[in-house]
């Protein structure tokens, strides 16, 4: 049975989820995390992209991205199959190492991307991989409230922008 088309638009904002093939590590090392991100940071111009939240844990990845072209599969082949390439070559392997093709939620509101947003963040701390999720140094969140420097390809005004009715205050609703 053939897999339905991806839903793919023009302006959507989209909440990734990449796992690890059978839920296994696809980060051995900081270095593989620092070479993820570059590779994203490369997505993110490529294809246009604005991010406005990531996390990167031992064996998936969390990615909030808003595509003003529709090209996100595009995208998301090109980054998970040169990471994958690289992985595989760096440790002396071969096959998968992402399981299936990415997951993508549409996001279709505010409420909805707040709790994405606050979802992604605080995906650290509900591991047990640290007690706030700005001691988490693998996500976005930090930057987004100003306690570390962003890279420029996250856009960082924006994800703040959608909390403007909250009064800008995203950290009060991540918490």
């Given at each position: 049975m053939?897999?339905?088309?991806?839903?793919?638009?023009?302006?959507?904002?989209?909440?990734?989820?990449?796992?690890?093939?059978?839920?296994?590590?696809?980060?051995?090392?900081?270095?593989?995390?620092?070479?993820y991100?570059?590779?994203?940071?490369?997505?993110?111009?490529?294809?246009?992209?604005?991010?406005?939240?990531?996390?990167?844990?031992?064996n998936?990845?969390?990615?909030?991205?808003?595509?003003?072209?529709?090209?996100?599969?595009?995208?998301?082949?090109?980054?998970?199959?040169?990471?994958?390439?690289?992985?595989?070559?760096?440790?002396?392997?071969?096959g998968?190492?992402?399981?299936?093709?990415?997951?993508?939620?549409?996001?279709?509101?505010?409420?909805?991307?707040?709790?994405?947003?606050?979802?992604?963040?605080?995906?650290?701390?509900?591991?047990?991989?640290?007690?706030?999720?700005?001691?988490?140094?693998?996500?976005?969140?930090?930057?987004?409230?100003?306690?570390?420097?962003?890279?420029?390809?996250?856009?960082?005004?924006?994800?703040?922008?959608?909390?403007?009715?909250?009064?800008?205050?995203?950290?009060?609703?991540?918490?």
């Amino acid at each position: 049975m053939a897999r339905k088309p991806r839903q793919e638009l023009e302006g959507g904002i989209h909440h990734v989820v990449a796992r690890g093939n059978g839920r296994q590590t696809v980060f051995l090392s900081d270095r593989d995390r620092r070479f993820y991100l570059s590779l994203f940071g490369r997505a993110v111009r490529r294809y246009r992209w604005l991010c406005l939240a990531y996390c990167l844990m031992d064996n998936h990845v969390h990615l909030l991205v808003e595509t003003p072209e529709p090209s996100l599969g595009a995208g998301m082949g090109w980054l998970q199959g040169q990471y994958a390439q690289a992985f595989n070559r760096r440790y002396k392997r071969s096959g998968h190492v992402f399981q299936d093709r990415f997951r993508s939620v549409l996001v279709e509101s505010d409420e909805q991307l707040w709790v994405t947003a606050r979802y992604i963040a605080m995906n650290p701390v509900a591991a047990g991989l640290c007690e706030e999720p700005g001691a988490w140094p693998w996500s976005s969140h930090a930057a987004v409230v100003g306690a570390r420097a962003a890279p420029a390809w996250l856009d960082v005004a924006r994800l703040r922008g959608y909390f403007s009715t909250w009064g800008d205050r995203y950290e009060a609703f991540v918490r």
